[in-house]
């Protein structure tokens, strides 16, 4: 036995143990997927609009999908699966038992909603702590730097397209300013007679006038010391703390919103144009549902009214939030505006057509068929737990009761030799086990039922590159080639025909894999990754493991304990042989 084979030997038999226990250890393990969890399947199918002047494409559904699942990753769902089958999307949500909230939480389009930004405050709310000994109360910043130290948020304004912009810096109020971001327990001084609760502050309710607005409070108590708004608190006549995240999803910065005057009913359409940088073009309806609205709201954000205080950089600012996010929150440098308005702030040409996206659809570019509508093409099922646990059960027994038939046939057949080709199994098997548990922690890959019988042919393809193997094996010794040698020379003439098994299956799975979609690719992906371990156990498992086999004189002296035939018999007549 070579070194190089002894070596192969050790670090896959190592790997395969040590990436086991680390997976065991970190809590690793396969995700179960729909069927085999229980949950709910919602099948939308968009609505066939006649007055639509375009068809849905497939980048609609596409965005619709990217969408859907960024919501459903927001509100913490485990293994969501969502794709694009055709001109359908498919949302799969394992764990999940209430049906209704599943298509709520799918098939809604999101309100889009203009909110005045009240003041900016630092991604993280401020704590309280109390100090038991002295009863003193200070407030400590989470965040080093406050999000209104921003330079980049300021830059971003909505004006007037007809006008090159106005110059406000003569109107801010330093009064109004000082209010805003002035308040003294940002600095985490210790206010030690000073009446502060180590209770976070409640937002007051809104006191609304005739044209949906409300008086910011800005003079609260402890105001950046506000957490974050729940879902339930996202009400469009409340006042709210929002906050507006990256491209990684990280909360960069948080708002103090007014209430929403404006929703993304008044939006005509938006889109994005390139003049000096890229800008977002956003075109509202006429009258009071959409220009007249907007306009009241820019007035009071230009003039830096106690509805709209104004901000660092000058005017107030209005936020767009989409699904109690912010996407944007330019100052307006404009007063009023002709049913159209300008958004600029330095954004690239993929940001300035994403937001235009948002502002065209609010949130989902399509609207789909109600799916507990009974005459609707899109549907919903829900499969129970109970469901899915008999489903995992009964393939772990198909499996179990496959694995020993298999292992009974070959330790008959091949003695020693079908005890290492099991071994070959386990080694490959556990690979594919970290690997699984990998890509579920990593990737979010969820263990179908398809899954899984894919996972049972893959016993059938390992053990077919052994079978070939042992078979050639045979083949060399009945022409009479000793035992040891045989060994090696019959393993190079069976791994080029195992490749070119295996390499078949592997492009078997590839082409299936990018076919098809939902479960059947999951089939295709364990059958693909099982191929691929099946050469890499076969070349530097298997093989060096038959050479140890070699090295022992007791297993050379009695090849029956091999599955093989004694030089006796192989050298012996046909006639006498059967």
């Known amino acids: ?21 680390a997976s065991l250890a970190v809590g690793n393990s396969p ?97 309280l702590e109390v100090d038991d000994e002295v009863d003193d109360v200070a407030i ?3 965040n080093d730097d406050l999000a209104t130290d921003d330079p980049v948020a300021d830059e971003e304004t909505v004006g007037d397209p007809a006008s090159d912009g106005v110059d406000t810096e003569d ?4 009064e ?28 007051p309710p809104a006191e609304l006038d005739e044209r949906g607005l409300a008086a910011c409070p800005i003079d609260l108590e402890n105001i950046f010391a506000l957490p974050s708004s729940t879902a339930a608190q996202d009400q469009a006549d409340s006042f709210v703390v929002l906050p507006e995240r990256n491209d990684d999803g990280e909360v960069v910065r948080r708002y103090l919103l007014g209430p929403a005057n404006l929703t993304g009913a008044g939006l005509s359409g938006a889109d994005s144009a390139f003049t000096n940088e ?5 075109n509202f309806k006429g009258g009071d549902e959409g220009s007249d609205k907007f306009d009241e709201l820019a007035f009071e954000c230009f003039s830096a009214t106690s509805f709209c205080p104004s901000g660092a950089a000058g005017p107030g600012r209005v936020a767009i939030v989409v699904d109690g996010t912010v996407e944007v929150a330019p100052t307006v440098n404009a007063a009023s505006f002709s049913g159209e308005a300008v958004i600029s702030g330095n954004y690239s040409g993929d940001e300035a057509e994403d937001l235009a996206l948002v502002l065209r659809y609010g949130a989902l570019p399509v609207e789909f068929q109600d799916p507990t509508d009974p005459q609707s093409d899109s549907t919903s099922r829900g499969v129970s737990a109970t469901i899915g646990s008999d489903s995992l059960r009964a393939g772990v027994i198909a499996g179990i009761v496959g694995l020993a038939l298999v292992f009974l046939y070959m330790v008959v057949m091949y003695r020693f030799l079908g005890v290492i080709a099991m071994l070959s199994l386990g080694v490959s098997a556990t690979w594919l086990w970290v690997i699984v548990a990998w890509l579920g922690e990593t990737q979010d890959l969820a263990l179908t039922l398809a899954g899984v019988t894919g996972l049972i042919v893959a016993i059938g393809v390992s053990l077919d590159s052994n079978v ?36 078949a299956s592997l492009i078997a799975a590839v082409i299936l894999y990018w076919l098809s979609a939902g479960s059947v690719r999951g089939f295709a992906l364990m059958l693909g990754l099982a191929s691929v371990l099946d050469l890499l156990a076969t070349y530097f498992f298997l093989r060096p493991c038959a050479q140890l086999l070699a090295r022992s004189s007791s297993l050379m002296a009695h090849p029956h304990l091999l599955g093989l035939p004694t030089p006796e018999e192989a050298m012996a007549p046909a006639s006498q042989k059967l």
């Open 31 to 127: 995700l179960l997927g729909l069927d085999l969890k229980g949950g709910v399947e919602v099948v939308l199918v968009p609505v066939d609009d006649p007055e639509r002047s375009e068809t849905v494409t497939p980048d609609d559904l596409d965005t619709a999908v990217n969408i859907i699942r960024n919501r459903i990753d927001g509100l913490g769902v485990a293994e969501p699966d969502v794709t694009r089958q055709g001109n359908r999307v498919v949302v799969q949500l394992p764990g999940i038992s209430d049906q209704q909230r599943a298509i709520d939480i799918v098939g809604q389009t999101a309100e889009l909603r203009f909110r005045p930004v009240c003041t900016e405050l630092a991604a993280e709310p401020l704590t």
């Open 176 to 203: 109004t300013v000082d209010d805003a971001v002035g308040d003294p327990v940002a600095d985490g001084v210790d206010t030690e007679d000073a009446s502060v609760s180590p209770v976070p502050p409640v937002l």
């Open 140 to 142: 400590s910043d989470t």
């Open 278 to 282: 890229y800008v977002v073009i956003a």
């Open 1 to 21: 036995m070579s070194r190089r084979s002894l070596v192969s030997l050790v670090l896959i038999v190592a790997g395969a143990v040590g990436l086991l226990a």
């Open 468 to 503: 070939v193997y042992f078979e050639h094996l045979k083949e060399d010794v009945a022409t009479g080639r000793s035992l040891r040698s045989s060994l090696e020379q019959s393993f190079k003439v069976a791994f080029i025909t195992i490749f070119r098994a295996n390499f």
């Open 171 to 174: 109107d801010v109020d330093d």
